[in-house]
């Protein structure tokens, strides 16, 4: 069974300061993995995938498939980053995608 | 392009009654999912619809029961209400499972 795991519930970090957010998966094909964001009052949306390999608002994520890892990262963390973040997995045999339970992201200025 | 909408936004019922959520996909896209989501448990799913099949199921009891119809639109059901089941239920549609889901803003349900 596939399963993705986000070992911090809050990550508290400086303005100006690197972040990271950890998204580790477990599945045994091969995984499309995905991070959403939810700011404050606005829907659940796409941040990124893997297969686009691009940057979006500053965040990259590589998909690590020895540490079957996939975690979020910027450089230097902004205030409006602040909001809730979930890695997300599809797993093309089960046709299926699971989210983890989510990383609230706080900037502090 | 219209975004997903869920019916109705608010919701409060007591225990024991039943309820119904409603959600309307982007015009395109086949495939509704929905999650639960709470403060302590995150984003849990639900079930999934593909042209009107349950294509996947979540592990929640099986008071929670959902089904779509021929334009894809899609209800989800719960009976028996019970105090946990308070939570904000999202709706998500995609042209696909493995593609991107856009989300609905959601039906905040509160069981008293």
């Given at each position: 069974?596939?399963?993705?795991?986000?070992?911090?519930?809050?990550?508290?970090?400086?303005?100006?300061?690197?972040?990271?957010?950890?998204?580790?998966?477990?599945?045994?094909?091969?995984?499309?993995?995905?991070w959403?964001?939810?700011?404050?009052?606005?829907?659940?949306?796409?941040l990124l995938r893997?297969?686009?390999?691009e940057?979006i608002?500053?965040?990259?994520a590589?998909?690590?498939?020895?540490?079957?890892?996939?975690?979020?990262?910027?450089?230097?963390?902004?205030?409006?980053?602040?909001?809730?973040?979930?890695?997300?997995?599809?797993?093309?045999?089960?046709?299926?995608?699971?989210?983890?339970?989510?990383?609230?992201?706080?900037?502090?200025? | 392009?219209?975004?997903?909408?869920?019916?109705?936004?608010?919701?409060?019922?007591?225990?024991?009654?039943?309820?119904?959520?409603?959600?309307?996909?982007?015009?395109?896209?086949?495939?509704?999912?929905?999650?639960?989501?709470?403060?302590?448990?995150?984003?849990?799913?639900?079930?999934?619809?593909?042209?009107?099949?349950?294509?996947?199921?979540?592990?929640?009891?099986?008071?929670?029961?959902?089904?779509?119809?021929?334009?894809?639109?899609?209800?989800?059901?719960?009976?028996?209400?019970?105090?946990?089941?308070?939570?904000?239920?999202?709706?998500?549609?995609?042209?696909?499972?493995?593609?991107?889901?856009?989300?609905?803003?959601?039906?905040?349900?509160?069981?008293?």
């Amino acid at each position: 069974a596939q399963r993705v795991t986000q070992p911090e519930k809050l990550l508290s970090v400086f303005k100006g300061a690197p972040v990271e957010l950890k998204c580790n998966y477990s599945y045994s094909g091969s995984p499309e993995l995905f991070w959403y964001v939810q700011y404050s009052r606005q829907r659940l949306q796409l941040l990124l995938r893997h297969i686009s390999r691009e940057s979006i608002k500053g965040f990259t994520a590589d998909l690590n498939k020895g540490e079957t890892s996939f975690h979020l990262k910027k450089p230097f963390a902004q205030e409006e980053d602040s909001a809730m973040y979930y890695c997300a997995l599809y797993s093309g045999g089960y046709q299926k995608v699971t989210f983890g339970t989510g990383t609230k992201l706080q900037v502090i200025p | 392009k219209a975004g997903v909408t869920q019916t109705p936004r608010y919701l409060i019922k007591t225990r024991g009654q039943q309820v119904t959520l409603s959600c309307s996909p982007i015009s395109g896209h086949r495939s509704v999912s929905w999650y639960q989501q709470t403060p302590g448990q995150g984003l849990q799913f639900l079930f999934e619809y593909f042209s009107e099949t349950q294509r996947n199921k979540g592990n929640f009891p099986g008071r929670f029961s959902g089904r779509q119809f021929s334009n894809s639109r899609s209800e989800m059901n719960v009976s028996t209400l019970e105090l946990g089941d308070s939570a904000l239920y999202l709706c998500a549609s995609s042209q696909g499972t493995g593609n991107e889901q856009y989300f609905g803003p959601g039906t905040r349900l509160t069981v008293t």
